[in-house]
């Protein structure tokens, strides 16, 4: 298994400077990952860096916590598409989740991927599963698939639980087969990431990149993930 090729090679911590994304864009030039994922304010940097060659950047939307106004959350793609991005990963509002107001969630779903998608950008829909129930990731994924997402994504790295095989073999159960799953959260290593691939994963999120990509367990991470 080409692992890299799964990689979305990830720093989001508060205090992530220009240097380090110079390092992680060299890293996933290096290493064939598929793209880096970045804060808002380095993606015209990436772009630039990244433009000779094949690697996306990917930024954040409504992150980490996802209870920014919709109208905030469109501002702020808006302005990744016009950096550069490639690909939108957009945290869910969790309010309205937890209230089972499924009618702002659609409505802000489908509004995020008019706005993607108008642009021949990616959406990728996080949804926080390490807080969820199983009850509520079915609904996400069986009120939120249908809406033309191209990603639902299990985690920001921030929650206390990340990603799983279980909760990644769930979601496809119920995800439209056209949607792809990004997992992410808590994977430091080859054995775990593979294990997600097998289970139907068609991206990592990953700040141990690196160690993955050359087998080993992961040391010191970039933040996020």
């Known amino acids: 298994m080409n692992i890299a090729s799964f990689i979305d090679h990830t720093i989001l911590k508060p205090t992530t400077s220009i240097g380090d994304i110079e390092k992680l864009c060299a890293e996933a030039v290096a290493y064939g990952f598929a793209a880096v994922c970045i804060p808002p304010p380095f993606v015209k940097r990436a772009v630039a860096i990244l433009a000779p060659t094949s690697v996306k950047v990917a930024t954040v939307v409504g992150f980490p916590f ?3 106004a919709t109208e905030a959350k469109v501002a702020e793609t808006v302005l990744a598409i016009v950096d550069g991005a490639h690909e939108v990963d957009m945290v869910i509002n969790l309010v309205a989740l937890k209230q089972q ?3 702002y969630l659609q409505k802000e779903v489908a ?6 998608h108008n642009k021949g950008r990616i959406l990728k829909v996080i949804i926080e599963s390490g807080i969820l129930s199983e009850e509520e990731i079915i609904g996400c994924c ?3 698939g249908p809406l033309g ?7 920001t790295g921030y929650a206390e639980k990340g990603a799983s095989v279980e909760v990644v073999q769930l979601m496809r159960k119920h995800l439209p087969p056209q949607v792809q799953i990004k997992a992410s959260g808590g994977i ?3 054995a775990f990431a593979s294990a997600l691939v097998e289970a139907g994963a068609n991206r ?3 700040s141990a990149s690196v160690a993955i990509a050359e087998g080993n ?7 996020g993930y």
């Open 66 to 68: 996802g209870y920014s």
């Open 101 to 103: 107001d499924w009618t």
């Open 111 to 116: 509004l995020l991927v008019e706005v993607c």
């Open 142 to 144: 069986e009120k939120l």
């Open 149 to 155: 997402i191209d990603f639902m994504k299990t985690s």
């Open 188 to 190: 430091r290593d080859f």
């Open 204 to 206: 990592l999120g990953c």
């Open 217 to 223: 367990p992961a040391g010191e991470t970039t933040g």
